[in-house]
């Protein structure tokens, strides 16, 4: 899934600024007498992530880039609302022009990458010359490239292909200056983001890193990544250059982290269950079982809430849902939310209808959609064309399938011959993959979500719907919108401030669910965990940015 709970720092984004903590002394998440050392041993069921910096960009992926990463400012490892508070890391201290255009960081020395070398202000511009780089197509490159949000100075026109170095951005000495076109109260949120970590200069400027050996992929937080055998093997171990010192206070219990990729589901639960891994999927079948054993977020089985939205977004691009409207109310008025959610067993979520969940800043309790497929079949009748459709899934689990087996039922119930309805699978985030690609030829996606970057509501309808951000691979427009008229009013809804901008964005995701139909918004989401006995429970920290468990603060009993 693509994206991060936000409920705590919602007071942020109404200000259009960040609170920013004093200093780092109390970013660390009390490690007394926490064990240390030994090797956490994560299993997942789909394919392997992107872990170049500049290109992960899915939940998981984030998680490993948490425990690597070493950032301008950083969010502490802390539960709670102490766990969103940006707090000075890489960088001591910054100013502000009064114009809000430019920003000056000042880099602290101590920093070093696993391999040895300093960290400078120069490893930050590598990491965003290489985030606006044309060629890596990173998706991370419309954050600082949106005339109407983040805008860097020379970044778009290193997105377009026509330079390599973005001319905003200076490292002089200690300094790191970055100039908007624009002031941006959502900055700090974004340059905090895991695409513009410290990045070391051996990384190539245009090419993704992908086999990763112990010298090829340095970084400069607690851990860095020893290996990576896609689909098969991650592996993280401590950065032996991560030395306690100012900035440098978070965590690092574990000697090490192994996640093994493309299990199988049931073994990997009873391999956790056997404490033969330390973390692994849960079945829907077996989360009763599990909560009656070992009881709710007390020692092996959590569930925790995710500012995250499952949808079905609809391509747009293709013919099938281009220029028809009827067509996708239709499908957002025949899918039957109850049974897709029901699907993934208790405490993993709700149905819901429309984009914001009540994780975003501006969210409203509205039901855009009731079931109806009496008006859902009128509504579609004529509006076929070729009566063919490509609908891609995850096979990753057997939730992911039966999921896309209710849609596969829905379209039918809708008017689709079950012949025409071509499933095509992907193992976990290749689907994403699948449908970022411009000239794909799925025409709807199933068990697909996002979860939040930063506490805005600009990161879901702006970053999702908006037109003039299509770009050729590692798209996020999964729907491929591009109305001029929506464009236009998410244009102006981004250039408003406080209560009036939630209130705006809050309206605009329900207009353009009931008036524009893109994508049909399936349910909320909380992620379960099961966990083995080796554990200790006493050392988890759910880190409500990252929506995840933070791997630093981990400890094994």
Not at 1 to 14: C, D, F, G, I, S
């Given at each position: 899934?693509?994206?991060?709970?936000?409920?705590?720092?919602?007071?942020?984004?109404?200000g259009a600024s960040l609170l920013i903590a004093a200093s780092f002394a109390s970013a660390g998440t009390s490690s007394t007498a926490l064990k240390k050392g030994g090797i956490f041993r994560y299993g997942n069921v789909g394919a392997s992530v992107q872990v170049d910096p500049q290109l992960a960009y899915v939940t998981t992926a984030w998680s490993l880039e948490y425990a690597t990463a070493a950032k301008l400012y950083n969010y502490p490892d802390k539960k709670g609302p102490a766990g969103s508070k940006l707090i000075p890391e890489v960088a001591s201290k910054f100013t502000v022009s009064k114009n809000g255009r430019v920003y000056t960081f000042t880099i602290r020395k101590g920093f070093k990458f696993s391999d040895g070398s300093k960290v400078t202000a120069k490893n930050f511009k590598r990491a965003i010359d290489r985030t606006a780089n044309h060629d890596l197509a990173s998706p991370g490159a419309p954050f600082i490239t949106?005339?109407?949000?983040?805008?860097?100075?020379?970044?778009?026109?290193?997105?377009?292909?026509?330079?390599?170095?973005?001319?905003?951005v200076i490292a002089k000495g200690n300094k790191l200056i970055i100039r908007l076109t624009k002031a941006d109260g959502t900055f700090m949120a974004k340059i905090t983001m895991p695409f513009f970590q410290a990045t070391s200069l051996k990384l190539p400027l245009t090419k993704e890193v992908v086999n990763v050996t112990k010298t090829n992929l340095p970084s400069a937080g607690p851990y860095y990544m020893t290996r990576n055998d896609p689909d098969r093997l991650t592996q993280l171990r401590k950065n032996p250059n991560y030395k306690k010192g100012p900035g440098r206070m978070r965590p690092h219990n574990l000697a090490g982290v192994d996640v093994t990729w493309n299990l199988n589901e049931q073994t990997a639960f009873n391999q956790t269950i056997a404490n033969q891994l330390d973390e692994g999927p849960l079945p829907a079948a077996e989360v009763t079982g599990v909560k009656n054993k070992y009881g709710l977020n007390r020692s092996r089985f959590w569930s925790m809430p995710v500012n995250c939205t499952g949808y079905l977004p609809m391509n747009t691009?293709?013919?099938?849902?281009?220029?028809?409207?009827?067509?996708?109310?239709?499908?957002?008025?025949?899918?039957?939310?109850?049974?897709?959610?029901?699907?993934?067993?208790?405490?993993?979520?709700?149905?819901?209808?429309?984009?914001?969940?009540?994780?975003?800043?501006?969210?409203?309790?509205?039901?855009?959609?009731?079931?109806?497929?009496?008006?859902?079949?009128?509504?579609?009748?004529?509006?076929?064309?070729?009566?063919?459709?490509?609908v891609g899934y995850r096979t990753n689990s057997a939730t992911n399938i039966a999921q896309s087996q209710i849609v596969r039922r829905d379209l039918i119930r809708l008017g689709f011959k079950a012949g025409n309805i071509n499933m095509k699978g992907f193992s976990g985030a290749d689907l994403y993959d699948a449908m970022g690609k411009k000239n794909t030829d799925l025409d709807m996606g199933t068990n697909m979500g996002w979860c939040s970057d930063y506490p805005d509501p600009y990161d879901w309808i702006n970053i999702l719907l908006y037109g003039g951000g299509i770009q050729a691979e590692?798209?996020?427009?999964?729907?491929?919108f591009n109305d001029p008229k929506w464009n236009r009013k998410m244009q102006a809804a981004a250039k408003l401030v406080g209560p009036k901008r939630l209130q705006v964005y809050g309206q605009l995701d329900l207009d353009i669910m009931k008036q524009a139909a893109p994508m049909a918004v399936e349910r909320t989401y909380n992620n379960r965990y099961i966990f083995s006995n080796r554990v200790n429970p006493k050392s988890l920290v759910y880190q409500g940015i990252y929506q995840d468990w933070d791997w630093a603060s981990l400890a094994l009993k």
């Open positions: 899934m693509h994206r991060r709970q936000w409920l705590a720092v919602t007071m942020l984004v109404a949106d005339p109407s949000g983040t805008n860097i100075v020379g970044a778009k026109r290193v997105n377009d292909g026509k330079a390599t170095s973005v001319s905003g691009s293709r013919s099938l849902f281009k220029g028809n409207l009827n067509l996708r109310k239709a499908v957002n008025l025949v899918v039957d939310r109850k049974s897709y959610v029901a699907q993934a067993g208790p405490y993993a979520g709700q149905p819901w209808t429309h984009l914001f969940n009540p994780g975003v800043p501006g969210w409203r309790n509205v039901t855009v959609y009731k079931q109806n497929v009496a008006q859902a079949k009128k509504l579609a009748k004529g509006h076929f064309k070729s009566g063919k459709i490509n590692n798209n996020v427009n999964y729907s491929y």
